[in-house]
């Protein structure tokens, strides 16, 4: 691209280009003619607010304004934003390479992320497949375990059982065992493969399973054996379909149907892997391994689009021994250096630091700071988990109406549908937190009478 200097984006400065702070006026204009925005109408009049910086655990808009970030953009960035240690990584891969083809080719960062990954979870899981997002790393999850039935000559199997409340992402196939109701999804119902699905469990965390909860899954699983793939499951938590907390217990026990039924178990760890439950990857908390495991969101700290798909050597060398003798699937993207370096760094972030700690003291402030949530009329339940913090309300919340008001109280939160709910950066302090919690209460206050 040229610059020429009297171009209106830049000022020439001997060898360096400075930017130009856009009009926030017309940076809205142009938006709303051209960008549509996820979920949204183009045109839409739901507020869009300009971003000028992010550094910490503040955002700071174009107006001035500095918010308090609850929802660490989407749940990935963990370490906060311009993070000195990632800023610096990235510029030193930079300076190598910042993307090369993964056909035929390999790197470091790449190696040192499989070794990091296969360490970190469970022990069965030994063969990584790189994907670009966390829906891809979802579709690939779900062609491993067709294709691994099809190697095993058991063409038939090619459906998946699932719960209901699930969210595993918005393409075809996650769309397709993501909750039919509540997934944001019915519009392509006729165009989707249809799965089976049952209830989610009645038995919240921290509570046993029962006969009558397991009971209807393990029939539709007994039932449809002969033509069900894999199960697929968010481990404990369900996220973006209802954030809901269930039994570990019923998640050991689903495992084990699996075993006895002769069904693979692929867990969805995006939202939960890496340490937001309170465990670096969810499934921690019953104690199992899957045969196929997705993580992403904050696999590289929120700073570049990766997801992985880990599978068992069972599963990998069946696709790999069986017809057409390799697994059909290649993202142009997969493993890119940057985002791979990323990762690696994030990684070491986490481990290196007290986040055990940490975890544990935004769960405890969220438990105090919205407790008083409870006591409004507006408000069905309040959960909490690690470092999710969620009041549920009776109606769904108006975004028009909603979403200025967190805004004018200084922080960044972003509802859906009938939930209210906080994923704070894992380096936020007291302080911070509080003004989170207190800024959940009041807004909501104001929204009951």
């Known amino acids: 691209m040229h610059f020429s200097a009297n171009d209106s984006s830049v000022k020439q400065a001997g060898c360096h280009i400075i930017p130009v702070k856009p009009d926030s006026e017309n940076l809205l204009a142009s938006d709303k003619k051209h960008i549509w925005h996820p979920y949204s109408a183009m045109g839409s009049d739901l507020p869009v607010f300009p971003v000028e910086s992010a550094k910490g655990v503040r955002i700071k808009l174009a107006d001035g304004r500095e918010l308090v970030d609850g929802m660490s953009s989407w749940w990935c960035a963990i370490h906060g934003y311009n993070h000195p240690v990632m800023n610096a990584a990235l510029t030193q891969?930079?300076?190598?390479?910042?993307?090369?083809?993964?056909?035929?080719?390999?790197?470091?960062?790449?190696?040192?992320?499989?070794?990091?990954?296969?360490?970190?979870?469970?022990?069965?899981?030994?063969?990584?497949?790189?994907?670009?997002?966390?829906?891809?790393?979802?579709?690939?999850?779900?062609?491993?375990?067709?294709?691994?039935?099809?190697?095993r000559k058991l063409p038939n199997k090619q459906k998946f059982l699932t719960i209901r409340y699930g969210y595993h992402g918005d393409t075809f196939g996650a769309m397709s065992v993501t909750d039919p109701v509540n997934g944001m999804h019915a519009l392509f119902a006729d165009t989707l493969a249809q799965q089976y699905f049952v209830d989610a469990p009645a038995c919240h965390f921290g509570e046993a399973c029962s006969n009558e909860d397991i009971t209807p899954f393990q029939q539709q699983l007994e039932e449809h054996k002969g033509d069900i793939a894999a199960v697929i499951l968010e481990p404990i938590v369900q996220g973006a379909g209802g954030m809901r907390f269930y039994s570990a217990d019923y998640l050991r026990r689903v495992s084990e149907l699996c075993s006895e039924n002769d069904v693979l178990l692929i867990l969805d760890e995006i939202a939960t892997g890496f340490g937001r439950t309170g465990r670096l990857f969810a499934c921690e908390h019953a104690d199992v391994a899957p045969d196929i495991m997705c993580v992403g969101k904050s696999l590289t700290g929120g700073y570049m689009s990766l997801a992985a798909t880990l599978a068992t050597e069972e599963v990998s060398q069946t696709i790999s021994n069986g017809e057409p003798g390799v697994f059909m699937h290649g993202p142009t993207f997969m493993a890119n250096p940057l985002a791979c370096t990323a990762a690696n760094t994030s990684?070491?972030?986490?481990?290196?630091?007290?986040?055990?700690?940490?975890?544990?003291?935004?769960?405890?402030?969220?438990?105090a700071g919205l407790e008083k949530c409870r006591e409004l009329g507006n408000v069905n339940e309040v959960r909490v988990l690690g470092a999710i913090g969620v009041a549920e309300l009776h109606q769904p919340v108006d975004m028009k109406t909603i979403q200025p008001m967190f805004v004018d109280a200084g922080v960044w939160v972003r509802p859906f549908g009938k939930l209210v709910y906080l994923m704070p950066p894992y380096i936020i302090d007291e302080s911070d937190l509080k003004s989170l919690t207190t800024a959940v209460y009041r807004v909501l206050s104001s929204v009951s009478r």
């Open 93 to 151: 891969q930079l300076d190598s390479m910042a993307h090369i083809m993964f056909g035929g080719l390999t790197h470091e960062p790449a190696v040192k992320l499989a070794e990091k990954l296969v360490e970190l979870t469970p022990e069965p899981l030994q063969s990584v497949f790189f994907a670009d997002s966390g829906s891809v790393s979802v579709e690939v999850a779900l062609k491993m375990a067709i294709q691994y039935w099809n190697a």
């Open 347 to 367: 990684i070491k972030l986490l481990l290196e630091s007290p986040w055990q700690q940490r975890i544990a003291a935004i769960e405890q402030g969220l438990k």
